[in-house]
């Protein structure tokens, strides 16, 4: 089974902070996501990586950068915290190919105060 | 740009009966559909994927079809247990160099199984 693994379940932390959002994957995936879950807006892919060192922008990159020095992690990282930044993360990974399902980790719920 | 509807926004059925979730969407140039539950507070879990070159998937209880041409796809789920109860949410993929590789997600259906 795949696993996907996310450094925190619940965090909250300051305006300003710079925040780093950690994910772990055990299948050796290629690809890996980051997007944000809203009430009302649904999910929304934030960045993505297909490989080590790469990254493509998704639907809303602004105010968030990425980082994926190995290729079993992924980190989204929150360089000023803002409180419309408060919301769900999840963290997704995805083999390579086209005809592969993306699996999803528990999430993190941040709150920025 | 696509866009994917899932309707009813939510439903409440009694135990034992059978129901469908529909999903529908703008670009009917997919790679495939995916479809997820999520309970409270969790992140998602697949259920199923179809490819655009299939009509439909089973697994278990669980019967999800593909109409590509019309953009709609259905989740039937048979003999309903309250243990169902969850969001259930569509996802379509583009094909490569059609945008951002990720999926493009339904606002979901919440249902309810009353005992």
């Known amino acids: 089974d795949v696993k996907v693994t996310q450094s925190s379940r619940y965090l909250v932390k300051r305006t300003g902070e710079k925040v780093f959002l950690e994910c772990v994957q055990d299948?050796?995936?290629?690809?890996m996501f980051w997007y944000r879950q809203d009430p009302g807006l649904g999910l929304r892919l934030i960045y993505f990586?297909?490989?080590?060192?790469?990254?493509e922008k998704g639907d809303i990159p602004e105010g968030y950068s990425v980082s994926r020095e190995k290729k079993e992690r992924f980190s989204l990282i929150l360089e000023s915290a803002s409180t419309n930044q408060t919301s769900m993360y999840l963290c997704?990974?995805?083999?390579?190919?086209?005809?592969?399902?993306?699996?999803f980790g528990p999430g993190t719920r941040l709150t920025v105060l | 740009k696509q866009e994917v509807t899932q309707i009813p926004a939510a439903l409440s059925v009694p135990e034992g009966e059978n129901l469908v979730l529909n999903c529908s969407f703008t670009?009917?140039?997919?790679?495939?559909l995916q479809w997820f539950r999520q309970d409270p507070g969790k992140g998602l879990t697949s259920l199923l994927l179809?490819?655009?070159?299939?009509r439909e998937q089973t697994s278990g209880r669980l019967n999800a079809s593909l109409d590509k041409s019309s953009g709609r796809s259905t989740l039937y789920i048979a003999a309903s247990q309250p243990g169902d109860s969850a969001t259930y949410l569509c996802?379509?993929?583009?094909?490569?160099?059609?945008?951002?590789?990720?999926?493009?997600f339904g606002k979901g259906t919440h249902l309810i199984i009353q005992p």
């Open positions: 997704a990974t995805r083999g390579s190919g086209g005809y592969n399902e993306q699996f």
């Open positions: 299948m050796d995936h290629e690809n």
């Open positions: 990586s297909y490989d080590v060192k790469m990254k």
């Open positions: 670009d009917s140039a997919i790679y495939n």
């Open positions: 179809i490819q655009s070159s299939q």
């Open positions: 996802a379509v993929r583009v094909p490569p160099g059609g945008g951002a590789d990720g999926l493009t």
